[in-house]
């Protein structure tokens, strides 16, 4: 499911750059202060040609990080609990974990970076140099998003499964005597 939503995402920015490249003036703002008044400008191509590159870049990165991390050695990999997660007949769940965790903090921020693109454009279209307010919205929903998967990692998702409790092997209360 997470690479569906990857793919989705990477699709929904490449679509929002090409309307932007439709349909904005020559002149349009590349910067904006805190105020969201816009600060610095650009022309069209600029704009366009800087979020085709962010685009490919953000989705070449995260897409490569996902290679990467079915490679890459565990050493690297910090991850709670550990001692369970990194044991080899654990590995590929915890690889496909990390990747699903990868490339779902790649689709948040390919949808941000969208969301941008889109609010950007809408203001260079209506005019008057200032980006509308609900960058502060899409901005406060990726940071709480990446809060809460953060704290769901943490506690939830690599958490030991109740079944792996359950098991027993050499060295368990059964195998000891009385128990």
Partial sequence: MARGAFVLSALVFAAVVAVSAAVL??????????????????????????????WLTMTALFAGLAVWTRRAPLELVNVPNAAYWKRP?????????????LLSFGTATLLLLA??????????????????????VA??????????????????????????GSSRGPGSERDRPGG
């Fill in 25 to 54: 003036p020559e002149r349009v703002p590349v910067h904006f202060g805190a105020s969201l008044e816009a600060d610095s400008y650009a022309g069209r191509t600029t704009l366009v040609l800087l979020d085709a590159g962010l």
């Fill in 139 to 164: 901005l406060a929903g990726y940071a709480g998003w990446v809060a809460l998967h953060c704290a769901r990692a943490l506690t939830v998702r690599y958490r030991v499964p109740a079944a792996a």
């Fill in 89 to 101: 007949e654990h590995e590929a769940e915890l690889r496909r974990r990390l990747v699903d965790d």
């Fill in 115 to 136: 969301a941008v693109t889109a609010l950007v454009t809408h203001g260079a279209v209506a005019g008057g140099g200032r980006l509308s307010a609900w960058v502060w």
